[in-house]
């Protein structure tokens, strides 16, 4: 297995912008996270999917973010308009119910101009 | 509030050098992982620890479980330039589905 594939790997944008964060996930797992990492406030859950059904998207900032999961095998975080406060990494992982661990992305590293 | 506190924040040591890292919370957990990420990559699961007071050993690493299952820690021995990462621990606390991270300790091991 590949492992859980996000893309881009780095992403460049200016103010106001759209941004859209890929992340296909390992076959098989059933849960999918997005997570938001900085050096101030470490690993962030944004939200996670359960069987593509989002279960808990309390940790979204703002009305800007937004994640969809079409199929299991596929998922977006959106940025509308992006912020210059959002740069930042976003990890995606997934899991299954047979694991009590996730399995990270290796990460969108996200500038905002 | 961070519910999951780590320390110390930065660790810097000679290779050889024993050190331990801390991971403490006011919340019991019921289960509790350590991941190490290095740079430009996603964390990767080292352990999971699951009974209060549970010794797990992988090769020079030691991860223990506290016996009230709110605090763990992580003790390597002789340590390696290969070391050198970002060291996560992520709890569950029972009746939620998912992981609490720490925001880790960045530990840097010199040749």
């Known amino acids: 297995d590949a492992g859980v594939i996000q893309s881009p790997r780095h992403e460049v944008t200016e103010m106001g912008q759209e941004v859209t964060l890929r992340c296909k996930p390992i076959s098989g797992h059933n849960s999918l996270f997005w997570y938001r990492q900085t050096m101030m406030r470490g690993l962030e859950l944004l939200i996670y999917?359960?069987?593509?059904?989002?279960?808990?998207d309390s940790g979204m900032p703002e009305d800007r973010f937004s994640a969809k999961m079409p199929n299991a095998s596929f998922s977006t975080l959106k940025i509308q308009p992006s912020e210059p406060r959002d740069s930042a990494v976003y990890f995606c992982?997934?899991?299954?119910?047979?694991?009590?661990?996730?399995?990270f992305g290796s990460g969108t590293r996200l500038t905002v101009v | 509030t961070q519910l999951l506190e780590q320390s110390p924040q930065l660790l810097s040591i000679q290779e050889g050098e024993n050190l331990t890292v801390y991971c403490n919370s006011s919340?019991?957990?019921?289960?509790l992982q350590w991941y190490r990420q290095e740079p430009g990559e996603g964390p990767v699961l080292l352990v999971t620890v699951v009974t209060g007071g549970e010794v797990k050993k992988l090769k020079r690493l030691t991860f223990q479980f506290g016996d009230a299952r709110k605090d763990s820690s992580l003790h390597i021995t002789a340590a390696q330039p290969g070391d050198t990462g970002l060291y996560l621990c992520?709890?569950?606390?029972?009746?939620?589905?998912?992981?609490?991270f720490g925001k880790g300790t960045m530990l840097l091991v010199s040749p």
């Open positions: 992520a709890g569950r606390v029972s009746g939620y589905s998912t992981l609490t």
């Open positions: 999917f359960n069987n593509n059904v989002p279960i808990d």
């Open positions: 919340s019991v957990f019921s289960s």
């Open positions: 992982a997934s899991s299954s119910r047979r694991t009590y661990g996730y399995t």
